[in-house]
């Protein structure tokens, strides 16, 4: 097997920099100077930089745009004067205004704030070097991660600190309902994007114009989200192709020569939004938009949220990526003005790249002690001893970082005291009681229903589940390979053939869940045989795949890694199978699945509360759609889900580890 | 005794003299050779370097440039601030010298590979041929890079031709063609040798006797016909001889690529030529009426010389591009113009290369173009500048530096951004003032300033020394070399900018130790497109392998170029040097028809130079 070759090849991404805390002079200097110093970024080849109102033109007047405003026109019949002022109105609404004295504003504001939220602000320096000299060579993409609204200001900060040139960030159009804060988004450099345009021809035109305009000039990077929206589960999300498509067809157009795209990973110590977000997934709606509501969040400035690393990750160039991939030259035939859907190739050139960047996120995303502590603590929701935890804690330690995860461990700290002070900033989430670590389950006032209790619990396991999910990109690939083996053991298979069948149909069911790059399945295999063989907990000889002596913690605790995501989908399966009533709407599913797990919970069948998660039913769901388990019929307005309930029972049992891979595979066909 | 004396433009004087002592010659010389007698021009030309031996460029002891000979305007010139320009922008030094081999050696040469009986029956014919080291070299290349190293070098070259025989006119080379097929001999044919494709160069796996066929000896205006404007001239004649002998009768083709003091018009046929001043006269397939040549098949030739016809796909367009690998180009009909009235040069100055660029575009939209329009971006601008000789009167210099006043501090031009559009216009004089005025106007409302006769000439002075500056350049360890496209006009711009980049980003990585020459410029307008020609030298201290860097970077912006919506040649060709795009550029089928006729034509591969496919 040519594992050690192709794990190698990803190792040396994973030499890391160093951090800086930003933090630390805004301690001790000014603000307002520091908000009002001079501010003169270098730019793309030393463009000037434009006007708002000049790009404005200069996408109005485009060919591109003419061209998609006299098709539209032909075919509503409306003249194009009167399509060409919508276009106008549409690119009013969508376009930044940025100004520096909002920035500046930003500036000084947001010092104030993070010195009270934060302990911390760090980045490595030379990320930022290394994006410096990426701006001044080719039109530069910065993809963060996001977890919180933070994101784009906390972005827009770091490279204000750093006299670079200030990003462009498409944003979705929700915050436009804050009135106030939507306009002094706006002016710090947010573009504001409607969240669904699918049919709107010149919407898209228009949207797409103003992106690459900026981007073929220069002006400034451009910022976006990957992931769409903010991960509410703290896993990163399946990437969204649109934005990404716009800014890679530029080069592909031969209209710049390489574009850079540039991963940033942003981690929180602790999330703004926790206990918000496992509510939300809990169907509690999230709290609309409003500057009303952002007031009363000001709560939040009384509490410590620890410290932020943020990782500026070398700049990934898109020619070099598509060298040997997407042939530029079959867009010769085609005038370049003219829209048109990307071609086989180029989409899957997109998609691949839009994963490998989600992975280049995930990969320098920096984990703290408590992330560790939070994968014991669910593991045993009964609760651990405290010396238990620490010793077990330190076992992990050492496996996380044989696997390559990015660990903030204090350096000299002895582990008691780091234990003790990740439990002392998440005392929210777990407490100490009597030498006994456990979860904190929210107490309300008043009588509690059966219900509300396991909501509140719920609550806290979801929450703690967020830190969780922030180590499973590490150890994704090798706990995968250990259910499979569990599972092999159980039907007393264990030649890697029948294994790599197991982890092969694990990998494909997981793949809305964790980021797995399409086409990766045979080189993520070996590099879960690889990392378990080196950490020792297994062996190979010949065709097999043997766990050793030592392995048995190790691949017990991959197992119960990811026994709520197996369990949860059985849940869904379970639900499909025996509930499903024969008209069931997309929309009823997640409650309906949702009111099923709480049952199943209520009479003490159950004890998995990750299910509950909408997150979760949402992939499960997907994963069956894509299985061809499920099919979704339109009728009428309503979309109605069709279950294979043969299908769906076979997948069942495979998760539960009753039936063999290979047969469950026929039956799908 | 009989080496002629040769005028100033070349070597067709004498050949009437030659051809008269040529019977008497063979009685007398029983070696196999001849030969030098029978290509004067091998006489006067270098062996390893461009152009005539009297004419290069070298620096004096004074450290001052100057351009030896008496052939050219720069002749005898001084120019005061090339060496700065070499030193500054190659980051090169008159001090490191990187001089040529000064004597051929024969031993680079392989032995020659007869066929015993060809040359029986070839001698049978009359038709002079020679197996003279010397001569064989002379047509083993042509100019590209790798070759004129080689030969600089003395490296020893693999293959060359076996032999070479002169016709003296269309049967004679019949009869060559025939003994060819005969006796399966290879035939390359030779015109001028100013390829720059490798489509000369001798397949190394060709185990035959290869042959050259030379065609100077076939340069004769046989007919000229001025009710219909047209002259037949056989194909061998040289550019600049058939324009001079037109000339004598009040008429020109106008076809004057940049290499027509030496190409020939079989080659211009047979590469597909552009000429400078197409925009009036048209490329070669719109001058050419009528092409008889020869091929192992028997002769290919149209029944009537009507302008235009239906008569299914145009069999001269098998012959027009065909490099060499279908047949002899013997004998071509060609349009002819007066010559006209008036001419006139001119220069316009851009801010930058996208104003002119769109200037360039309104002009072709408005099918306005002078006979010749280029556009030079600001490198080459400052190349051109280089080139200036001595200014002798202080008026003169006085005049300059109030030009240089005006443009850079009146008009706000950037000197490091504005570019120059070179023109030239032809026809009786009222015309060409008005239509200077139309040209001058349009390029007013891009920003472009009227600039002077003077700087349109020197920037199509440019172009005939450029080869001669390579070489200047390899005495001093730079190497250079051209390249050219043709692509729509929207991506012009970008074609330019991203080739470019390419260039210095793999310059880079190759470890080329100095920033390389990337310079580029508009030559023709299309209604569609435009051609882009590309100069590339760089300075190669520290390389190992300079040649090898040199091709791979060109490779590299080959490719960014077929990226970027360009052609693979827009008059080059193809040669051996670009054959591997060919596929890519026209399709599998469009390969398969191509091979097809070539599989009927030649089956047996006697025009086995392997250029193309």
């Keep these: ?669 | 005794p009989l080496r002629p004396g040769l005028g100033v433009t070349g070597a067709s004087h004498t050949v009437n003299t030659l051809r008269k002592s040529h019977d008497l010659l063979l009685l007398t010389l029983t070696k196999l050779t001849n030969c030098f007698l029978f290509s004067p021009r091998q006489e006067i030309m270098k062996w390893n370097g461009w152009g005539y031996s009297d004419s290069k460029f070298l620096f004096n002891k004074k450290g001052q440039a100057e351009f030896t000979g008496k052939r050219y305007r720069l002749s005898g010139m001084t120019l005061p601030s090339l060496q700065d320009w070499f030193e500054n922008t190659f980051g090169a030094s008159v001090k490191h010298k990187s001089p040529a081999t000064v004597i051929l050696n024969a031993s680079v040469v392989p032995p020659p590979r007869l066929n015993e009986a060809f040359v029986e029956n070839l001698k049978a014919t009359g038709i002079p041929f020679s197996n003279e080291a010397e001569d064989r070299l002379f047509r083993a290349h042509g100019h590209c890079l790798h070759e004129i190293f080689a030969l600089r070098e003395g490296k020893k070259f693999e293959r060359v031709p076996d032999m070479v025989v002169w016709p003296n006119c269309h049967n004679d080379v019949v009869k060559i063609v025939e003994l060819a097929c005969k006796h399966n001999v290879c035939l390359i044919p030779y015109g001028g040798g100013t390829s720059v494709t490798s489509a000369l160069e001798c397949p190394p796996e060709e185990t035959r006797c290869i042959v050259s066929l030379d065609t100077s000896q076939m340069n004769r205006i046989l007919w000229l016909d001025e009710n219909n404007l047209v002259a037949h001239v056989e194909a061998g004649i040289i550019g600049q001889d058939l324009e001079r002998l037109l000339n004598e009768s009040g008429y020109c083709t106008g076809h004057e690529p940049d290499s027509m003091e030496f190409s020939s018009l079989g080659g211009w046929v047979a590469t597909r030529a552009s000429g400078m001043k197409k925009n009036v006269y048209g490329n070669i397939e719109d001058l050419v009426i009528h092409i008889k040549a020869v091929t192992p098949r028997g002769v290919i030739e149209k029944s009537c010389q009507g302008p235009r016809t239906s008569t299914g796909p145009d069999i001269h367009h098998f012959i027009l591009g065909s490099e060499g690998t279908l047949g002899v180009v013997t004998e071509v009909t060609m349009k002819i113009r007066p010559i006209p009235e008036y001419q006139k040069y001119g220069s316009v100055v851009f801010p930058n290369f996208e104003a002119g660029v769109a200037c360039l575009r309104e002009v072709a939209k408005q099918r306005c173009a002078p006979a010749s329009i280029r556009l030079m971006d600001n490198t080459q601008f400052h190349f051109g500048h280089a080139l200036k000789p001595q200014v002798s009167s202080i008026f003169t210099h006085f005049l300059e530096g109030l030009k240089k006043f005006y443009i850079t501090k009146l008009k706000g031009f950037d000197p490091h951004q504005l570019v120059v559009a070179t023109l030239l216009f032809e026809g009786d004089h009222e015309r060409v003032l008005q239509h200077e005025k139309e040209v001058y106007d349009i390029a007013a409302t891009f920003g472009g300033l009227a600039a002077g006769e003077d700087n349109g000439q020197r920037g199509y002075l440019l172009t005939f020394v450029i080869a001669y500056l390579r070489d200047l350049g390899m005495d001093y360890c730079v190497v250079a070399e051209s390249f050219e496209t043709s692509v729509p006009w929207d991506r012009v711009l970008d074609l330019c900018q991203n080739v470019k980049e390419r260039i210095i980003r793999e310059c880079k990585e190759r470890g080329v130790q100095f920033q390389p020459l990337t310079s580029c410029r508009v030559t023709q307008t299309y209604d569609s497109g435009a051609c882009i020609y590309f100069y590339f030298a760089f300075n190669y201290r520290g390389l190992a392998d300079p040649v090898h860097t040199y091709e791979q970077v060109e490779h590299a912006a080959r490719e960014e170029i077929l990226a970027n919506g360009g052609s693979l040649s827009h008059h080059h060709g193809v040669g051996k040097l670009r054959k591997e795009w060919m596929k890519d550029s026209i399709s599998n089928v469009g390969v398969g028809m191509l091979k097809s006729v070539k599989e009927y034509v030649d089956p047996g591969n006697i025009f086995g130079n392997r250029n193309l496919l």
């Design chain 1, 1 to 669: 097997m040519a594992s050690k070759t192709l794990y190698s090849q990803r190792d040396p991404m994973l030499k890391r920099d160093g951090f800086e805390d930003i933090l630390e002079e805004r301690r001790n200097s000014s603000d307002l100077k520091y908000a009002l110093r001079c501010y003169a970024p270098v730019l793309y080849k030393g463009v000037t930089p434009c006007k708002a109102n000049m790009l404005k033109n200069i996408v109005l007047q485009s060919d591109q745009l003419h061209y998609v405003i006299n098709q539209v026109s032909q075919e509503s019949g409306e003249a194009p004067d009167i399509i060409q002022e919508e276009a106008s109105v549409i690119l009013e609404e969508m376009a930044h205004r940025l100004q520096i004295s909002t920035v500046r504003f930003f500036a000084f504001a947001l010092s104030k704030a993070f010195k009270t939220l934060f302990q911390h602000v760090c980045v490595n320096e030379e990320g930022i070097q290394r994006l410096q000299q990426a701006i001044q060579e080719h039109p530069v993409v910065l993809l963060p991660s996001h977890r919180s609204y933070m994101d784009f200001l906390l972005m827009s900060y770091i490279l204000y600190t750093y006299d670079l040139a200030l990003p462009v960030i498409a944003a979705g159009m929700d915050f436009m309902g804050m009135k106030f804060v939507g306009e002094m988004l706006r002016m710090s450099g947010a573009f504001f994007i409607r969240r669904s345009f699918g049919g709107d021809k010149l919407y898209w035109a228009v949207f797409s114009e103003y992106v690459k305009t900026m981007l073929r000039n220069g002006f400034a990077p451009i910022e976006f989200f990957l992931e769409g929206t903010r991960s509410r589960t703290c896993k990163s999300l399946t990437p969204k192709l649109g934005l990404l498509n716009i800014v890679i067809e530029p080069f592909f157009k031969g209209e710049v020569f390489d574009v850079n795209l540039v991963p940033v990973s942003i981690s929180y110590e602790r999330i703004l939004e926790e206990s918000l977000y496992a509510r939300e997934l809990l169907g509690v709606p999230k709290p609309k938009e409003s500057t009303s509501g952002l007031l009363k969040a000001r709560r939040i400035l009384s509490e410590d949220y620890g410290s932020i690393h943020v990782y500026f990750g070398q700049p990934v160039s898109v020619r070099s990526l598509a060298q040997g991939k997407v042939n530029r030259s079959t867009y010769n035939l085609f005038p370049r003005h003219i829209p048109r859907k990307p071609m086989e190739e180029t989409q899957s050139f997109v998609n691949d790249t839009a994963y490998r960047i989600v992975r280049l996120q995930e990969d320098n995303m920096v984990l703290k002690p408590w992330v560790l502590m939070a994968s014991l603590l669910l593991q045993n929701l009964e609760g651990l001893e405290l010396s238990v935890l620490t010793e077990q804690t330190v076992w992990l330690r050492g496996l996380a970082l044989s696997y390559a995860a990015f660990l903030d461990w204090p350096d000299h700290a002895p582990t008691a005291k780091v234990v003790s002070s990740s439990l002392a900033l998440h005392r929210g989430l777990a407490c100490v009681s009597g030498g006994r670590v456990s979860l904190v389950v929210g107490e309300p006032l008043g009588p509690v229903t059966p219900e509300e209790a396991l909501f509140n619990r719920a609550v806290s396991v979801l929450s703690c589940a967020s830190y969780r999910n922030q180590v499973l990109h590490v150890f994704l690939r090798p706990a995968m390979l250990a259910v499979a083996m569990h599972t092999a053991a159980s039907s007393k298979k264990s030649e890697w053939p029948g294994l790599y069948n197991c982890f092969s149909f694990l990998w494909d069911m997981f793949s809305n869940d964790f980021i797995l790059c399409p086409g990766d399945i045979v080189q993520d295999f070996e590099e879960a045989c690889y990392l378990l063989v080196k950490t020792g907990a297994v062996q190979m000889p010949q065709q097999d795949i043997v766990m050793t002596d030592i392995g048995q913690p190790t691949l017990s605790f991959f197992n119960g890694l990811l026994e709520p995501f197996l369990q949860g989908y059985q849940v869904v399966c379970r639900y499909l199978c025996e509930e499903a009533s024969e008209g069931l709407t997309e929309k009823q599913y997640i409650p309906a699945v949702r009111s099923f797990a709480v049952k199943l919970i209520l009479a003490g069948n159950l004890r998995c509360y990750e299910v509950l998660s909408s997150d979760m039913q949402k992939n499960a769901l997907a994963a069956l759609l894509r299985m061809d388990a499920v099919r979704k019929v339109k009728v009428a307005d309503q979309v109605t889900l069709i279950v294979n309930k043969m299908a769906v029972n076979s997948i069942d049992d495979i998760l539960g580890g009753k039936l063999p891979t290979q047969k469950a595979l026929l039956a799908r066909l």
